[in-house]
């Protein structure tokens, strides 16, 4: 057997997500059955300090070789990083993304991708131009659960699909369950149910219309502000989709995304995030939406009133990873393979959902500061 291929990584930001991503890098891969590419961790930098940086490295147990950086321009200049991980809030994406690009880094950013499409294109732009692998990290797609139900609606387990519906939604009351400082509530940040959840729901229709050519119309959207913050705290987006089995009688796929982070999804536990329906069945995925493990096909029984056949499946992450690692593997052969870009995570892909967002902010009047909006680098 050949030797795996090892990616060398850096990580930008110390926090909630950073360490989940940071744990399950360090894993021994083979325990999820990966043997051709393997990880190594080699600096984390935190924009406070070195000292927090390192306080980062003890608690995740990091490997000895790694470096501690007290700013982000430091992690970037180190020669040993291949490729830079970014687990900043929404607002500074793009000009982490931008830093690390022109300075000769592939790039994994955390969703939401971008604040916006305009800064999205512009990140694609500079990747094309220097060469190098830059994808948004909807890690969700990469999961064995997300591999798992694009295989059975691309072999027509449930025909073409007709309806899709997406919630993600926290149940988090904005003013009593979330530290006021948090940055799901900070307009500065780009916080928000839209960026943060929203951007999950999305990814899920077009995940289930796996196609990145068919451009959604937004049909419709609502969007509730949270009080004082400037910043969304439930948005419905209705979407059609036009598909391409045009002789059905129904041309075009529906699609709902909703997000909130005050309405909870799932209060009992058995309510299905995930609808995707089709005339010959309909997939439901089982919460929580950004990490689902379990889902239910369930077959067309024709006749009113009739109930078909329905199976439960559990898909679980394997050798002890949370699931940041898939999207790490699939980082680490594409760029053994010279790729630029992910076949299962494409710029299009991530700039038509950009773009959904976008239409959708614009039509509720919901901006964000110039400054974060701004696709000029450097500001
Ligand atoms: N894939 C997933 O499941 C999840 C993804 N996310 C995404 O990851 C990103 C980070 O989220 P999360 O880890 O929850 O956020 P946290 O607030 O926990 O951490 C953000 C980190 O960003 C750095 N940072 C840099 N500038 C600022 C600033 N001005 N204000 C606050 N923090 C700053 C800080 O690290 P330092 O100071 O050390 O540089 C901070 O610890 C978001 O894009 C979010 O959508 C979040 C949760 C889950
Ligand atoms: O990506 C995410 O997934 C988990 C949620 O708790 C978090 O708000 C969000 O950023």
């Given at each position: 057997m050949s030797t795996p291929f090892c990616l060398r990584w850096g990580i930008i930001a110390t926090g909630r997500i950073a360490e989940s991503f940071a744990k399950d890098l360090i894993l021994d891969p083979t325990a999820r059955g990966v043997q051709d590419v393997r990880h190594s961790l080699v600096g984390v930098a935190s924009s406070r300090s070195e000292d927090s940086a390192r306080g980062f490295l003890s608690k995740i147990g990091a490997p000895s070789l790694c470096r501690a950086h007290g700013n982000y321009e430091a992690l970037v200049t180190?020669?040993?990083?291949?490729v830079v991980y970014i687990a900043t809030p929404h607002s500074h994406h793009f000009p982490n993304a931008m830093l690390c690009l022109e300075a000769g880094k592939h790039v994994v950013c955390e969703?939401?991708?971008?604040?916006n499409a305009k800064q999205a294109q512009k990140l694609f732009d500079t990747a094309r131009e220097r060469n190098l692998f830059l994808m948004e990290g909807m890690w969700t797609r990469f999961l064995p659960v997300g591999v798992k139900v694009r295989q059975l609606v691309r072999d027509g387990a449930i025909g073409p699909v007709t309806r899709i519906f997406a919630d993600n939604s926290l149940g988090m009351h904005p003013k009593n369950d979330l530290p006021p400082d948090d940055r799901l509530v900070r307009r500065e940040l780009a916080g928000g149910a839209l960026l943060d959840l929203g951007v999950y729901s999305i990814h899920w229709i077009f995940q289930a219309l796996q196609t990145t050519v068919l451009q959604p119309t937004v049909i419709s959207s609502l969007v509730v502000p949270l009080k004082d913050h400037q910043v969304d705290e439930t948005t419905t987006i209705i979407m059609s989709f036009r598909r391409e089995d045009t002789e059905t009688s129904s041309p075009s796929t529906h699609a709902i995304a909703t997000c909130s982070l005050r309405t909870e999804g799932n209060p009992g536990g058995?309510?299905?995030?995930i609808r995707i329906q089709g005339d010959q069945g309909e997939i439901q995925i089982y919460g929580p939406v950004w990490r689902p493990s379990k889902y239910c096909v369930i077959k067309r029984e024709p006749g009113f009133g009739n109930v078909g056949e329905s199976t439960e499946f559990t898909c679980e992450t394997e050798g002890?990873?949370?699931?940041?690692c898939y999207e790490a593997d699939e980082a680490a052969r594409c760029i053994r393979d010279g790729?630029?870009?992910?076949?299962?995570?494409p710029w299009t892909l991530t700039l038509q959902v950009m773009e959904v967002m976008d239409t959708a902010r614009k039509s509720a009047g919901l901006e964000f500061l110039a400054d974060i909006e701004s696709a000029n680098y450097p500001n």
């Amino acid at each position: 057997m050949s030797t795996p291929f090892c990616l060398r990584w850096g990580i930008i930001a110390t926090g909630r997500i950073a360490e989940s991503f940071a744990k399950d890098l360090i894993l021994d891969p083979t325990a999820r059955g990966v043997q051709d590419v393997r990880h190594s961790l080699v600096g984390v930098a935190s924009s406070r300090s070195e000292d927090s940086a390192r306080g980062f490295l003890s608690k995740i147990g990091a490997p000895s070789l790694c470096r501690a950086h007290g700013n982000y321009e430091a992690l970037v200049t180190d020669p040993d990083v291949d490729v830079v991980y970014i687990a900043t809030p929404h607002s500074h994406h793009f000009p982490n993304a931008m830093l690390c690009l022109e300075a000769g880094k592939h790039v994994v950013c955390e969703k939401a991708f971008t604040v916006n499409a305009k800064q999205a294109q512009k990140l694609f732009d500079t990747a094309r131009e220097r060469n190098l692998f830059l994808m948004e990290g909807m890690w969700t797609r990469f999961l064995p659960v997300g591999v798992k139900v694009r295989q059975l609606v691309r072999d027509g387990a449930i025909g073409p699909v007709t309806r899709i519906f997406a919630d993600n939604s926290l149940g988090m009351h904005p003013k009593n369950d979330l530290p006021p400082d948090d940055r799901l509530v900070r307009r500065e940040l780009a916080g928000g149910a839209l960026l943060d959840l929203g951007v999950y729901s999305i990814h899920w229709i077009f995940q289930a219309l796996q196609t990145t050519v068919l451009q959604p119309t937004v049909i419709s959207s609502l969007v509730v502000p949270l009080k004082d913050h400037q910043v969304d705290e439930t948005t419905t987006i209705i979407m059609s989709f036009r598909r391409e089995d045009t002789e059905t009688s129904s041309p075009s796929t529906h699609a709902i995304a909703t997000c909130s982070l005050r309405t909870e999804g799932n209060p009992g536990g058995q309510t299905p995030a995930i609808r995707i329906q089709g005339d010959q069945g309909e997939i439901q995925i089982y919460g929580p939406v950004w990490r689902p493990s379990k889902y239910c096909v369930i077959k067309r029984e024709p006749g009113f009133g009739n109930v078909g056949e329905s199976t439960e499946f559990t898909c679980e992450t394997e050798g002890g990873a949370y699931g940041l690692c898939y999207e790490a593997d699939e980082a680490a052969r594409c760029i053994r393979d010279g790729l630029i870009e992910s076949s299962t995570m494409p710029w299009t892909l991530t700039l038509q959902v950009m773009e959904v967002m976008d239409t959708a902010r614009k039509s509720a009047g919901l901006e964000f500061l110039a400054d974060i909006e701004s696709a000029n680098y450097p500001n």
